[in-house]
């Protein structure tokens, strides 16, 4: 019994080791994750601030608005549970959070660069990434100090040796290319002023390397020209769309934006010899599963689950959980679909659970990233 159990060991290592050539050694053991970024990953940052996104946001998972922007659990999310760590609590939700194991920083909204209208005016949210960094830096002082007075406090606070151990993950960006949209920029223009844009995103990983952290995971941007509210916000003439209804511009911005990124990732290997980095090509998962949604099990990619008219079923100022008052009641105006299990578009910004897991699915398999292997071995990559 033992010899069986031995060889079925040995089996699951060289199994391992052959679908992932790099793996010669076990898993990470990561003891938190420290997260940074926009939407994509808030998990209750720009609700705690500014106030809950509505229902039907959280239906499918947590049966409630959870914070987050999509009918059940994103992809940081799918990272924590495969890592077996808890999901993330926001670092500014005060209510019940618990940080033993990680804080997310990010927020609806978020841009790498500081913004210049404020979000009461429908510009980006003020926590910008430079904004999370301050977060960071005074969680990572102020936890420990507050620990040590035992009590509550050390069980939900992190220990001093988990920040070194933590995996720091980082998706932001897509608002700093909107962001040119929003002010008609032309193609040529937004990728003007990319290269400043990840200036200040890789000084961003340098000030994190400096505080101790020493694994990046990082995700790169989205094909804007296939999200529903880009589509509907920004047109583009029909000559410049492709077979799948997808804005070709736009999706070339993404993807200056991405190849400038990695060129940056590949240099801060070089640059910081101590620090692991992945990066990921969110981009061509989110791609194929768009382009080849019916194929894959999914219906109308371009079209939102939640929300309300036109083309796309998405309105900027009537946005998922919209209400109006009819005769002294609320009525829900942006609703969820009844098929929101087999939708790409939650809201026309964002992505169903079902379509957010299928992407980490991909994630998680090594394929899309560079050193090609899952999260549980990102602390061996070099």
């Not at 009590?151 to 932001?172: C, H, M, N």
Request: charged share 15%; proline share 5%; hydrophobic share 40%.
């Amino acid at each position: 019994m033992e010899t069986n159990v031995l060889l079925i060991n040995l089996v699951l290592v060289v199994g391992s080791s052959l679908l992932h050539p790099g793996v010669c050694s076990p898993s990470c053991s990561f003891s938190a994750i420290f997260n940074f970024g926009d939407s994509n990953s808030d998990t209750g940052g720009l609700s705690a601030a500014f106030g809950q996104a509505p229902f039907p946001n959280g239906q499918t998972f947590f049966h409630s608005p959870s914070g987050r922007f999509s009918d059940g659990r994103l992809i940081i999310d799918f990272i924590a549970e495969e890592l077996g760590l808890p999901y993330l609590n926001a670092f500014l939700d005060s209510m019940g959070s618990n940080f033993s194991h990680g804080a997310n920083f990010a927020t609806a909204g978020s841009t790498v660069r500081p913004p210049n209208t404020t979000i009461s005016q429908g510009g980006a949210s003020p926590i910008s990434l430079a904004v999370q960094l301050v977060q960071f830096s005074d969680f990572l002082t102020r936890s420990q100090l507050i620990r040590n007075q035992g009590g509550v406090f050390k069980q939900l606070l992190p220990r001093k040796e988990y920040f070194s151990g933590a995996l720091y993950t980082f998706d932001i960006g897509q608002n700093d290319l909107t962001a040119g949209l929003k002010l008609n920029m032309t193609t040529e223009q937004i990728k003007a002023y990319i290269p400043e844009v990840l200036d200040q995103f890789s000084n961003a990983i340098r000030k994190v390397y400096s505080k101790g952290g020493r694994r990046f995971w990082i995700h790169n941007t989205a094909p804007l020209g296939c999200l529903p509210y880009v589509l509907d916000r920004f047109p583009v003439p029909a000559s410049q769309m492709d077979i799948h209804g997808c804005a070709i511009p736009r999706n070339e911005i993404a993807r200056f934006y991405n190849s400038e990124l990695k060129r940056r990732v590949i240099g801060l290997r070089k640059e910081l010899s101590k620090a692991t980095f992945t990066y990921v090509d969110v981009y061509s998962i989110k791609l194929t599963l768009i382009t080849q949604a019916k194929k894959l099990g999914f219906r109308y990619p371009l079209i939102a689950c939640c929300g309300h008219g036109g083309k796309y079923n998405f309105s900027n100022n009537i946005r998922c959980g919209a209400k109006v008052m009819v005769k002294g009641k609320e009525v829900v105006l942006a609703k969820s679909c009844i098929d929101v299990s087999f939708r790409v578009s939650w809201d026309g910004i964002h992505f169903t659970e079902t379509a957010n897991k299928w992407i980490f699915q991909q994630i998680n398999s090594g394929t899309f990233s560079d050193p090609p292997l899952p999260v549980k071995f990102a602390c061996t990559t070099r």
